[in-house]
């Protein structure tokens, strides 16, 4: 029997772009399958083609739905791909979501560089014919000899890990864990991260692995003290927010902090349509909550809704709450400013001394909001110049993935069966970092894998 493989496609050197291919028991299975976002070069190496033929994968598993991991299933099946994707059905609902929101972008870039649209809402509807759910917990087989574990990751609604059982042709096994995106456990709604258990080799995403986020009441904490210090100024407080799971912990720790009378009572804009479709989402699955948001609900608290909430459906209702007199809240998309409703907040914002862009979540190498993370006091709008007045603050504790300390604790939840960790999704320092920490640390072989390089397992 030929040994087991990875290749790791793209996803390493990089924090986007999740797309791994692993080979056993003769089928050829993808790990994720996502855009590469962010970078100056991103729009180019999405159009590049995949470093293996679309028609010979067999299975793709969708460790979550964030678009740095579906964001190119519609370029794989109009590739050729017709084998089956797996994921759990939280997963399934919200890249519907996110793959027909992508899809608006898309053509706005091609049409923008006289280039065709990478996909279509044609192509987006060839994909969910092949999508088939699996559960949590549940040991699935996906051909003799191959069977896959989903463990919850805790990093979004529906997020999972999935640990490949392998047997040889004796009859010995091996288990191989991919992580995709790891929560930043204890999180305000979602169940902590699973252990790693008793796998042989563990692919594993490093985002923040050279550096550590706030304690969760440091992060709460700063958070009351931006949103008052900006609406005492009487200012607009601007998060750029991604639409899941940052979306609905924001309007969580909102409705605490109004209900608990921590800040004043202001209009506060949820402005993404994408983002209130997946507030729905998670409000229909609260048994996938932590106990304390889950008694919270069953107490009877809405806990993404509070007086003055506006949820904005249009664009020119978009364009309208620049202009209301006032301090107020604005929630957009997306996270990174790179698209979405954000940016024409930013342009009206970003010049204002009373204001606040605040941004807390990741940022890519070459996004907007890595320019503001990184202090500049000009950047570049819609082709116009526009002066950063505004105050910047940043806020990495509402991070959805693990801080260097918690990756490597998540790492000494394995068995001294582990055999080698794969470091994966991160820029290139912050995965060198963790993969020393964990040979230091740990006394557990790590290494960064090269992109398109067979690895043995």
Not at 148 to 163: P, R, T, Y
Not at 378 to 403: N, P, R
Not at 407 to 425: A, D, I, Q, Y
């Amino acid at each position: 029997m030929n040994p087991n493989k990875i290749t790791f496609c793209t996803g390493v050197g990089t924090v986007t772009g999740a797309n791994f291919l692993f080979e056993a028991g003769g089928k050829r299975i993808l790990v994720d399958c996502g855009m590469v976002q962010g970078e100056r070069v991103a729009q180019q190496q999405n159009y590049e083609p995949f470093g293996y033929e679309a028609s010979s994968i067999d299975i793709l598993m969708i460790t979550h739905a964030h678009l740095d991991h579906v964001g190119r299933i519609p370029k794989l099946v109009k590739e050729g791909f017709k084998g089956v994707i797996y994921s759990t059905p939280e997963t399934q609902e919200l890249a519907l979501l996110v793959l027909n929101d992508a899809v608006n972008i898309l053509t706005m870039e091609a049409e923008q560089n006289g280039l065709e649209p990478l996909y279509t809402v044609d192509d987006v509807a060839q994909v969910f014919p092949l999508w088939k759910n699996i559960a949590y917990h549940e040991k699935f087989e996906l051909t003799p000899g191959v069977s896959v574990f989903l463990k919850d990751a805790g990093h979004i609604l529906g997020s999972s890990m999935f640990e490949f059982s392998v047997k040889d042709s004796n009859g010995q096994g091996k288990k191989i864990l991919f992580t995709g995106d790891l929560g930043n456990s204890p999180a305000p709604l979602l169940r902590d991260t699973e252990p790693v258990g008793d796998v042989d080799y563990l692919i594993m995403e490093s985002v923040y692995g050279d550096r550590n986020h706030n304690t969760r009441e440091n992060r709460l904490e700063e958070f009351t003290h931006v949103i008052t210090e900006t609406l005492a100024r009487g200012g607009t407080l601007v998060i750029p927010a991604f639409s899941i799971d940052r979306t609905q912990v924001l309007l969580y720790e909102l409705n605490n902090l109004v209900k608990d009378k921590k800040i004043p009572s202001v209009p506060v804009f949820l402005d993404s349509p994408m983002g209130e479709k997946a507030t729905a989402i998670y409000r229909a699955s609260t048994e996938f909550f932590n106990e304390a948001a889950q008694k919270q609900i069953n107490g009877g608290d809405d806990v993404f809704s509070f007086p003055h909430l506006t949820f904005v459906e249009s664009q020119r209702e978009s364009q309208g709450i620049d202009h209301l007199n006032g301090a107020k809240i604005i929630l957009a998309g997306s996270g990174m400013s790179v698209g979405g409703r954000v940016i024409g907040h930013e342009q009206h914002f970003l010049t204002d001394p009373k204001s606040t862009i605040l941004l807390v979540g990741y940022q890519a190498s070459g996004s907007l909001g890595r320019e503001l993370a990184d202090g500049g006091k000009k950047v570049t709008i819609h082709g116009q110049k526009i002066e950063v007045k505004a105050h910047i603050e940043t806020l990495y504790g509402y991070s959805a993935h693990k801080d260097g300390d918690h990756l490597v604790e998540f790492v000494s939840t394995g068995t001294n069966k582990l055999k080698e960790v794969f470091v994966v999704m991160g820029e290139p320092g912050a995965s060198m970092h963790l993969a020393q920490r964990l040979n230091d640390e740990l006394n557990v072989k790590a290494i960064v894998p090269e992109r398109m390089k067979e690895y043995t397992v």
